[in-house]
């Protein structure tokens, strides 16, 4: 059986001392004699004495541990956005306390409650696909606790926050297909209540404007982004009297279940339909073809956004800021379409 780790009230009871005099003997207090210094460590190491800095910390204020909210940890946008975010935080002495949404509102508020009950420094947040109403942040900013959004953020001139520039991500990829010869180019868009999607789906709508190209309605599919999502979508433009010729997915997961549409079809790609997604999700590169995708450098936006929350814990007073990462598209297979004669 593990031994039992010792209090300084263990240690103060066993050398008949005040626990405020081996309190300051295990931090090296100069008042305090070499002679019981020696004596209060030789037995806090007999004892398996181990100093506890979370409440060490609370005493001064901080807890030293940062709070981050994220829809999701599968997949490689977040997973990769932690990775940056716990490295600043490490680095600047700090831990990092992770909660899941699940995309689901009443998930997100206990998430809330779980971080100030925490007594968090600070809190990173993206909101929930489900997310409508966002009233339980103001519980946050009522204790003042500095508060970053991204990625999925609140539209507000008052809230700091990083995001892509995800009407670029859209814009690049739709005017890729463009490039390539293809005019009918359908959409998959996401719910239209979060920026990412109105940005992306914005991004289209211009580099469409731009070639001339009216939007036609029955090319613009919405939905929930799911893979299964992108079969049904497939399936409907499929049925049209005349179906797209290129398909631009704000979500790697639907473009995905549109090519395995178009793979049991055995119609080719990107010969008959060309794809594009957004995320460059790991399996982009893997899939047959490769699937053409919009980067979000994610890592980076963690880096970003754990900064500015460091910022906002250790300087207090600032103005809001917002700080937007460009996207950059990696071209595969999947799109590189050409007008046949």
Same mark, same amino acid.
């Given at each position: 059986m593990a031994q039992k780790r010792a209090s300084i009230s263990d240690i103060a009871k066993e050398l008949n001392l005040a626990v405020s005099t081996v309190s300051r003997a295990l931090s090296g207090h100069s008042r305090i004699s070499e002679a019981t210094r020696k004596r209060v460590w030789k037995l806090a190491e007999q004892l398996n004495y181990q100093p506890n800095h979370l409440a060490a910390a609370l005493r001064k204020g901080r807890s030293n541990t940062l709070g981050v909210i994220v829809p999701h940890i599968d997949g490689h946008f977040f997973s990769q956005v932690m990775k940056g975010a716990e490295a600043v935080a490490n680095r600047a002495g700090f831990n990092v306390l992770l909660c899941q949404s699940n995309e689901d509102y009443g998930q997100e508020q206990k998430n #809330? !409650?779980? &971080?100030?009950?925490?007594? #968090? !420094? =600070?809190? &990173?947040?993206?909101?929930?696909?489900?997310?409508?109403?966002?009233?339980?942040?103001?519980?946050?900013?009522?204790?003042?606790?500095?508060?970053?959004?991204?990625?999925?953020?609140?539209?507000?001139?008052? #809230?700091?926050?990083?995001?892509? !520039?995800?009407?670029q991500g859209g814009y690049q990829s739709t005017k890729h297909l463009l490039e390539q010869g293809c005019r009918r180019i359908a959409h998959f868009g996401g719910p239209q209540h979060l920026n990412i999607y109105i940005n992306r789906f914005g991004g289209y709508r211009q580099a469409l404007q731009e070639y001339g190209i009216p939007i036609e309605e029955e090319l613009v599919l919405f939905s929930e982004m799911w893979e299964a999502d992108g079969r049904a979508g497939m399936e409907q433009l499929l049925a049209l009297p005349r179906p797209p010729e290129a398909v631009f997915s704000a979500s790697d997961f639907s473009i995905v279940g549109a090519m395995r549409v178009l793979k049991e079809r055995k119609l080719r790609i990107p010969?008959?339909?060309?794809?594009? =997604?957004?995320?460059?999700?790991?399996?982009? *590169? @893997?899939?047959?073809?490769? @699937?053409? *995708? #919009? !980067?979000?450098?994610?890592?980076? &936006? =963690?880096?970003?956004? &754990?900064? @500015?929350?460091?910022?906002?814990?250790q300087e207090h007073e600032q103005a809001p800021r917002k700080i937007v990462i460009q996207p950059r598209l990696i071209k595969r297979e999947s799109s590189l379409w050409h007008q046949q004669p």
């Open positions: #809330v !409650d779980t &971080m100030i009950n925490a007594q #968090v !420094d =600070g809190i &990173m947040v993206s909101v929930a696909r489900t997310t409508h109403d966002y009233k339980h942040f103001d519980k946050i900013k009522k204790r003042d606790i500095p508060l970053v959004f991204f990625d999925r953020i609140l539209d507000s001139p008052e #809230v700091n926050a990083v995001e892509l !520039d995800d009407f010969e008959d339909i060309a794809l594009s =997604g957004f995320s460059n999700e790991s399996f982009t *590169s @893997l899939t047959e073809p490769n @699937l053409t *995708s #919009v !980067d979000q450098c994610c890592e980076e &936006m =963690g880096l970003a956004a &754990m900064r @500015l929350l460091l910022e906002m814990v």
